[in-house]
């Protein structure tokens, strides 16, 4: 059994992981944000103000950090966008540079998160070939 640390566990993708991990057999502890409550297999961590007590992902074998502010709901103005980014940004750095000071760091780290582009096919039903997103900051 593998002890694996998981952020946006309540989200699209970790919402799916994590069952299969834990039918898998894995421990698994979710990174939360607000309280935590007792339960041991949850850790509080506030990427925005730094909180993380890096001793929550000693002996972990891996942390998967799937966190990041919702692209599906709002417009994306620019103030929307920077949030999006530094959801990401701000999270993992926090994250790594935790991981980077434990005695036992875990063997991996992976990090995922979606900043995409859904494109509607043609009337035709044929795929569009040019993305309008490249050289974007999407892109």
Known sequence: MQTIVISGSSGLVGSALLPLLKDSGHR???LVRGAAGSS??????????????????????AVVHLGGESIASGRWTAQRRQRIRDS????????????????????????ASARGLLRQPRANGSPRRRCPARGSWRA
């Open 28 to 30: 698994v502890r979710r």
């Open 88 to 111: 990401r940004v701000i999270s993992t750095r926090l994250l790594a540079r935790s991981i980077a000071g434990l005695e036992r760091p875990p063997k991996v780290f992976a990090c």
């Open 40 to 61: 041991p297999e949850t850790i509080q961590w506030d990427p925005d103000s730094g909180r993380l007590d890096p001793a929550d992902l000693e002996g972990a074998d």
